[in-house]
């Protein structure tokens, strides 16, 4: 009987060591390919910050002149004039009294969007710099 009960052991202890050893290559093997992604990933993340960096390089000394001639540009030119933003800012303020009423129905305008086109559309037929209405 103590024959059997040593056999027993050795054979469960060959199993676990079988069994270690797998679970032991399958880390492995896990490790390498875990480490392989990132080296990938390190590569390419590497291929691209140099893509980067040289088309920003190309793109900073060709744009460089644009973008002074647009600051300029915007700089000097007004969309709305003085008088149809002064326009604007007594319509909200009748808005918010409650005195601004709309156009045919009389109804009273409380949404400020609507008071706003309001403003604007009677800037337009005083002849006030204003852009066209974008809907017609």
């Given at each position: ?43 390419t993340?590497?291929?691209?910050t ?10 900073a ?16 030119t ?12 007594t ?20 949404n400020?969007k609507?008071?706003i ?8 037929k ?11």
């Open positions: 009987m103590a024959t059997k009960k040593v056999a027993r052991k050795t054979v469960k202890k060959a199993a676990a060591k079988k069994s270690s050893a797998k679970k032991i290559a399958a880390k492995k093997t896990a490790a390498k390919k875990s480490s392989a992604k990132k080296i990938a990933a390190k590569k993340a590497a291929k691209k140099a893509a980067k960096k040289t088309t920003a390089k190309k793109t000394v060709k744009k460089s002149p644009a973008k002074k001639t647009a600051v300029k540009k915007s700089a000097g007004r969309k709305y004039s003085p008088s149809a933003s002064k326009n604007v800012e319509e909200m303020r009748e808005m918010k009294q409650g005195k601004l009423k709309s156009g045919r129905s009389g109804k009273k305008v409380t400020p609507q008071a086109a309001i403003s604007l559309s009677e800037a337009r005083a002849g006030k710099k204003v852009p066209p209405n974008p809907n017609k």
